[in-house]
């Protein structure tokens, strides 16, 4: 089992940036596939980026693609979401999540752990 805390959310304007960090509890980490994803009022929660265990493999959602980039460290059992060029659709609570498959998936039902959330919102 992990844990998961997000951190790093916060108010800021179009064009600007954010880095969230979710930090996991235990030392097996490094076992679980992670990913990135968030929910804005009205609308399903969808995954915005995930990464394989050692971080070579990723995946990024179209609507993210050359602005978001996921990265994990671990060694210090956190996981990491750059996101700059941010726009107002970005707005939406961003959750981590721990996924115990091997290959990296993007959809939902596949992750096992979730964190609380962090709420991201761009102003325009």
């Known amino acids: 089992q992990v844990q998961l805390v997000e951190s790093g959310g916060g108010l800021v304007q179009a064009g600007g940036s954010l880095r969230l960090s979710c930090a996991a509890s235990g030392r097996t980490f490094s076992t679980y596939v992670m990913g990135w994803f968030r929910q804005a009022p009205g609308k399903e929660r969808e995954c915005v980026a995930a990464?394989?265990?050692?971080?070579?493999?990723?995946y990024d959602a179209d609507s993210v693609k050359g602005r978001f980039t996921i990265s994990r460290d671990n060694a210090k059992n956190t996981l990491y979401l750059q996101m700059n060029s941010l726009k107002p659709e970005d707005t939406a609570v961003y959750y981590c999540?721990?996924?115990?498959?091997?290959?990296?998936?993007?959809?939902?039902?596949?992750?096992?752990?979730w964190g609380q959330g962090t709420q991201v919102t761009v102003s325009s």
């Open positions: 999540a721990a996924s115990s498959r091997f290959r990296i998936l993007s959809t939902t039902p596949d992750y096992d752990y």
């Open positions: 990464i394989g265990r050692s971080g070579v493999s990723r």
